[in-house]
């Protein structure tokens, strides 16, 4: 099995003009998206962890979920002049912690990305467990670091094109496809005797 790792001549770019130099570029896909785990939310467990706010602070409504980011935000009341919006952190189990020791809340308020009530944690829907295990049969140093990203090839004349998604494991990048279950796989050449 090869791995289709993704140049100017796997691309077909390289009997375009010659003088038409392609620049790569990469952007983090956000191609998983999130759904609503079996694990509820548990915020019993915030008050204790948000001392440092004074008073007896309390997430008022549901946490408001950022699948830009991946991260958890609380619209916290009770607290001692410090009532407001803070990041917060979702354990495995779905007991909510505040994160980190913050002196005040976000002074924008809830980002603009974090629209989503969640009353259930958030797991991703994509996999990459067979990317990483093709790309270790292979031989590629560093598979667990693998992640996915969008590719584009923008010209000269600022003409770009799509090159759809990859797989990037530190400067290389490899050829891949999101299953309908949202895995992502590693496209790959098959060559038989």
């Known amino acids: 099995i090869d791995l289709k790792q993704i140049n100017s001549q796997t691309l077909g770019l390289d009997t375009l003009n010659v003088q038409q130099k392609y620049k790569v570029s990469d952007t983090a896909a956000t191609v998983t998206g999130y759904t609503d785990s079996a694990t509820a939310i548990d915020k019993s467990t915030f008050a204790a962890s948000a001392t440092t706010l004074g008073g007896t602070p309390a997430i008022t409504g549901d946490l408001k979920f950022d699948d830009t980011t991946g991260k958890y935000y609380a619209d916290v009341s009770g607290t001692t002049a410090k009532d407001g919006v803070y990041e917060v952190t979702v354990a495995a189990d779905g007991?909510?912690?505040?994160?980190?020791?913050?002196?005040?809340?976000?002074?924008?308020?809830?980002?603009?990305?974090?629209?989503?009530?969640?009353?259930?944690?958030?797991?991703?829907?994509?996999?990459?467990?067979?990317?990483?295990?093709?790309?270790?049969?292979?031989?590629?140093?560093?598979?667990?670091?693998?992640?996915?990203?969008?590719?584009?090839?923008?010209?000269?004349?600022?003409?770009?094109?799509?090159g759809g998604l990859a797989v990037k494991v530190g400067d290389d990048y490899y050829s891949a496809t999101q299953n309908k279950d949202g895995s992502i796989s590693i496209n790959t050449t098959k060559y038989t005797a």
Do not use: C, H, R, W
């Open 95 to 162: 007991k909510v912690t505040l994160t980190g020791t913050p002196t005040g809340p976000i002074t924008a308020g809830f980002p603009s990305t974090a629209t989503k009530d969640v009353k259930q944690t958030q797991q991703e829907n994509a996999d990459l467990t067979e990317a990483k295990a093709a790309l270790t049969a292979a031989g590629v140093a560093a598979a667990g670091t693998a992640s996915v990203v969008k590719m584009s090839y923008t010209d000269n004349n600022g003409k770009t094109i799509d």
